[in-house]
């Protein structure tokens, strides 16, 4: 029965547990990618599509943020193929994660893109620029910083999130503690420094968009 | 052992075990709220150490995954010499971590008030429990609603996650379900629409909540109506 | 300190009190029987050792032994519910009097707790579609194999994976979620018990399950907290008594349609 914590069984493993943390950035990256990309295109959609093309947005928000992330990923993994669709492990837990953060990031955009002052937009309309490049050029970038601390703040939530993919039997640094733990019997341990590397990875997180949004964002408004 | 059709009685555990959901919801929001009135007082008082400590708890429950703070509450707390079980584990985990989060949701309403309102209440003489309890706070609830009323909807989706070590409500009840059913799309189909009528009155009314504490902070912007003309 | 915030730290202080569990430390046979209830952890994702019936009640060969202990006890018995994880820890924290939940007696476990005399045992195998042809660990290179974390198989088929490079692991952390994955297609093959291609056949309605081949035969011990001598002689006679009159082989013929194979004693 353990009565002293012994980290040395843990340390051992230490290989195994990074290539955990790269699993996990992988996950978390690629789904804010593909999140992101979702949310702009959700909330253009949202902010300046008619009314078939917000509606279903809006419901699709809702739908997201109203249910957990464990059911999305469940139905995902274990529905889709229901209907079809087959996914590995990692492909579904990407695929729930960017649809997660999409519904997130499109409401969080489209506040940033009702923030830029309608004076710019008929500006913009006056000197001749089309919908596309109206966009691109003018309410992009200004939709973008303005909601800058949310955005990367959920963006940190996701990086957290991916903790529970193990449920379908995704591989990432959660999971694979799941699995020393296993091994090892020493739960409290694993547990203790699993905590501190998810706890320096999102400082690090913090800390590269802090320093992004310097680079993204030079000039005042 | 037979396999059945998602019928009425499946239905009706899976409701059963929605109320355990709400229950830890509950729990969380009563402690998480109670800890986190603690946490926020620590953050703005005087004395420099124990603002650090409340600003070094709310970094790491905020700052780790709650699965990993679960999992640390079920299985190490047998070194403590406690006895938790998975509902002891996820209560104490979801108020811990519910109180980091409301720590910081009262912290900023409570930092939105005046700095004239603390600088007067000392001039009439008094401390600063007092000021807290009978000056700042009142006004600090208007400002706290609609964010404790959002984190609500997060609370009660992250008991989700409590299933992961056994306790048995919504999602747990789920996979149950799914096993002697092999359904899927109807199992978590249902549940997601369970969980969906908890969470979007909740959300509806966050809304409400933000809409009337900014009427007075805000003017409308209107929505252009067309990029292309 | 204002008596209302005294009111509020009492009140908490009585809430998280009234949250630990009663003293669940009763261990003998005595103190079970003088604190008028036995408590079993089990596993109701583990079919058919552990499921849930018609009535969403639990049953299964595990459930029954438990309630025979009970019976035998002259005590109800109340259930816990543990995930596979969550067995070791169980008992160490004196949660629960006895773990009954396809418990395989392995050495490295029973640094940590004490196991009774086997009451089941069961061949960890590999299962998949009758129309996928695999006969050994080479064959599974190029396929996804699933499993449920911490389970032999697990140790076994990661072992395997090791020496076979090409073998795609899937640890899954409970039963049931590997089942649905079996039937989903989402894996091409599994580890798991000798029962489980029975179950899983009722589930597809297309291509019916079959066992492949052996991993290895574990048994399973009713697990008690270590040092519990006095607890582990009492089952280790009574389960002496269930085998000899045959009610252990009935349970499994009702449960895994086959016979027990036989099981050792130490």
Redesign the interface.
Known sequence: ???A?QFGPVFIHLDTLLMGVVQTIQLAVLSILFGTVIGTLGAIGR??GPRWVSWPIAAYV??I????????L??V???L???GL????NSAAILALSIHLGAYATEILRAGV??V??GQ??AA?SLGL??YH??RHVILVPAVRAVYPALSAQFILQL??T??V????A?EL??I???L??QT?R??EV??V??VI??VL??AASLIFAGLSRLLFRWKT | MSLRDFGPNELMFLIMATRWTIVLALIAFAGGGVIGLIVAAFRVAPLPPLRWLAAGYI??FM???????L??AY??SS?LGFRPDPWAAAAVTFSLNGGAFFGEIFRGSIDAVPKGQWEASTALGFRFLPTLRLVILPQATKLMLPPTVGFM?QIV?????A??IGLTEL?RA??QV?TVTFQ??VV??T??AI??ML??PL?LYAGYLERKVGQGLQVK????L???? | MPNKLKLVLAGLAVALVAMLPAAASAQTVDEIIARGKLIVAVDTTTPPYGFLDADLKPTGFDIEVATKMGEALGVPVEFVTVTS?GR??SL?TKQVDVVISIFSITA?RA??IDYSIPYAGQSAVVIAPKSTAISSHADLVGK?V?LT??TGE?GLLTAAAEANPGIEI????DYS?LL??MV???IDAMGGGDYGEIYLKKAQNGDDFEQKYVLKTFYFGIGVA?GNDNLRQWLNTWLFTLKMDGTLEALSMKYRNQPLPALPVF
């Open positions: 029965m353990q009565t914590l902010s300046f809702e739908l943020r109203n249910t957990p992330l464990l059911i999305q469940y139905f993994f274990f529905s193929p229901m209907l087959k996914l590995s492990s009702e923030s002052p309608v937009i008929e309309k089309k919908g109206i966009i957290m999130g903790s529970i193990g449920a379908i039997a591989e959660t999971a503690a799941n699995n733990v296993m019997f739960s409290f547990y203790i699993i905590a998810y706890f999102v400082q | 970094q790491f700052g780790t995954p709650i699965l990993i703070q999992f640390m299985y190490g070194l909807v989706k992250t008991t989700s996650v299933s992961l999602a789920a996979t799914n899927p799309v978590f189909g549940v997601s969980y969906f969470c979007w959300s912007t209107r929505r252009p067309l990029l292309a003309s | 994880p070791i820890p160490l490295a640094i940590q996804k699933g974390r911490g697990d899937l640890r899954f952390d979620s649905q994955a989903s297609g989402q270590k």
